[in-house]
Antibody, heavy 116, light 106 residues
Framework: QVQLQQSGGEVKKPGASVKVSCKAS????????ITWVRQAPGQGLEWVGW????????NYAQKFQGRVTMTRDISTSTAYMELRSLRSDDTAVFYC?????????WGQGTMVTVSS | EIVLTQSPGTLPLSPGEGATLSCRAS???????LAWYQQKPGQSPRLLIF???KRAAGVPDRFGGSGSGTDFILTISRLEPEDFAVYYC?????????FGQGTKVE
């Protein structure tokens, strides 16, 4: 069965960086991209960007351009999202999801807390 | 960039009642590339509907999607206790994915 297993919660200071991982299993990793979605506490879903599982091409939301980098390791079927220059309003749960269009499979979410 | 506006923000209903949730796009949605998700507290979103009207695998038939162009609807024919949640619409198919702000069915 398709599973997306995300790394554990993180606590970071303002200005720091965080790197969240998403390990895929149950399907051919290169056949699908991975999308990242942010959800601030009590708020809605926000698209962060997408990485192709096939060739690593990326597409980032304009809001995160310059602060986010998405990568993947096909040898371990793992996608990564790094967010830099963290601010307090980056405190959120970050989800990975399979695909680039609609998302039938999601990770469990990773809570990133930014606090001094 | 297309903006999705969901209404109402909150929908107070009782089990057994029907629910109608609206999602309006600021521009015409290409090929009806619109999805609906359900999210319960502490859980990841769950895909209900894609391509505006196609039910995802395992989704009960009391959930239905309709609409085209700029106006889309999610209907829940008879609310079960487990249906009380937040529902999001999502636009896809272009270089940018957009979510609506959500409707809470309480």
């Amino acid at each position: 069965q398709v599973q997306l297993q995300q790394s554990g919660g993180e606590v970071k200071k303002p200005g720091a960086s965080v790197k969240v991982s998403c390990k895929a299993s149950g399907y051919t990793f290169m056949n699908y991209g991975i999308t990242w979605v942010r959800q601030a506490p009590g708020q809605g879903l926000e698209w962060v960007g997408w990485i192709s599982g096939y060739n690593g091409n990326t597409n980032y939301a304009q809001k995160f351009q310059g602060r986010v980098t998405m990568t993947r390791d096909i040898s371990t079927s793992t996608a990564y999202m790094e967010l830099r220059s963290l601010r307090s309003d980056d405190t959120a749960v970050f989800y990975c999801a399979r695909g680039s269009d609609f998302f039938g499979f999601w990770g469990q979410g990773t809570m990133v807390t930014v606090s001094s | 960039e297309i903006v999705l506006t969901q209404s109402p923000g909150t929908l107070p209903l009782s089990p057994g009642e029907g629910a109608t949730l609206s999602c309006r796009a600021s521009q015409t949605v290409t090929k009806n590339y619109l999805a609906w998700y359900q999210q319960k507290p502490g859980q990841s979103p769950r895909l209900l509907i894609f391509d505006a009207s196609k039910r995802a695998a395992g989704v009960p038939d009391r959930f239905g999607g309709s609409g085209s162009g700029t106006d889309f609807i999610l209907t829940i024919s008879r609310l079960e206790p487990e249906d009380f949640a937040v529902y999001y619409c999502q636009l896809y198919g272009g270089s940018v994915t957009t979510f609506g702000q959500g409707t809470k069915v309480e």
